[in-house]
């Protein structure tokens, strides 16, 4: 059984910084690309940024340059570092595994954390 359990979330002011996690289990960690996503209240989930299982990331043009999201693939860890956080980064953040075919796996399926809250005050 895959579980993906993501902790870290919380209220902080505008301005500040928090650094949200993901712990995996129950399945082969190298695999997967790892991404966030966030939903606010009545708004579609969005991609806000994915490391892929080389290291390369992507980020939402929303958050490139406040946000860094890393893997420490011993740990079966994803962090996504938010700095200079705003009102606007309020949501539920998602954690995402995508498997990656370039690793030559035949896994398919796709797997959700429950999700963290990030509650910005300004």
């Known amino acids: 059984q895959v579980q993906l359990v993501e902790s870290g979330g919380g209220l902080v002011q505008a301005g500040g910084s928090l650094r949200i996690s993901c712990v995996a289990s129950?399945?082969?960690?190298?695999?997967?690309?790892m991404g966030w996503y966030r939903q606010a209240p009545e708004k579609p989930r969005e991609l806000v940024a994915r490391i892929s299982t080389s290291g390369s990331t992507n980020y939402a043009p929303s958050v490139k340059g406040r946000f860094a999201i890393s893997r420490d693939d011993a740990k079966e860890t994803v962090y996504l570092q938010m700095n200079n956080l705003k009102p606007e980064d309020t949501a539920v953040y998602y954690c995402?595994?995508?498997?990656?075919?370039?690793?030559?796996?035949?896994?398919?399926?796709?797997?959700w954390g429950q999700g963290t809250q990030v509650t910005v005050s300004s």
């Open positions: 995402n595994a995508d498997p990656d075919p370039a690793t030559g796996t035949y896994y398919t399926e796709n797997y």
């Open positions: 129950g399945t082969v960690f190298t695999i997967y690309t």
